[in-house]
């Protein structure tokens, strides 16, 4: 990614601070997102399998015509932390507002880690998530990253051996854009 690309994902993400409730913006503790996604029936299989997983406790998202997202993230293999992530979004289209989530990839196997901790690997703008909505009823429906719903209930799968869940914080935004997610990572 550019620099300039940068300078504008980090000025479009400050504009999303602005724009989201005091509370979204907290930096939440990493053992605070990963209990609210265990409590995420859609996720307990995961957690229970997988080899490994990204964790993102606050992604900041914002936009005006051209978005940006970044949130910072911990990733661990077989439940060790092994390193540093971070998450930068760059999207053009239709958008308009900002809003917080947490983010959460799982790993299927050694394969799958490796390629995300290669020191940068990024999704296609064709990839989706499984949005969990916690504590009503658990219903899905599919934003940006790597898995699939289902009609009810999130019927996640592994794609291309990784699973990604979001857990929506605070704000509005709509949008209709077209984006991938990138991803560095730095061991400990």
């Known amino acids: 990614m550019t620099h300039f690309i940068k300078k504008v994902a980090t000025s479009l993400c400050l504009l999303a601070g602005i724009l989201l409730a ?21 996720t ?12 993102f406790p606050t992604v900041g998202k914002g936009g005006i015509g051209i978005g940006a997202a970044y949130g910072k ?3 661990y293999r077989t439940g060790t932390y092994t390193g540093d992530t971070s ?16 983010e959460i990839i799982f790993f299927k196997d050694e ?13 296609g703008a064709q990839a989706s998530a499984v949005a969990i909505n916690i504590g009503a009823n658990a219903q899905a429906g ?12 999130a019927k996640a799968a592994y794609i291309n051996g990784m699973a990604v869940f979001t857990v929506a914080k605070g704000g509005l935004m709509f949008e209709a854009a077209l984006a991938g997610q990138s991803f560095t990572f730095e061991e400990k």
């Open 111 to 123: 394969k799958a880690y490796n390629e995300f901790t290669s020191g940068s690997f990024e999704f």
């Open 44 to 55: 307990q299989k995961f957690f229970n399998n997988a080899y490994g997983y990204a964790l």
């Open 142 to 153: 599919t934003t940006g990253n790597s898995a699939g719903a289902g009609k009810s209930a």
């Open 22 to 42: 005091p509370q979204a913006l907290a930096e939440d503790s990493y053992a605070q997102a990963k209990s609210t996604f265990q409590q995420a029936n859609e």
């Open 87 to 102: 998450l930068t979004q760059v999207s053009f289209g239709f958008q308009l507002g900002g809003q917080a989530y947490s």
């Open 73 to 75: 993230g911990q990733v």
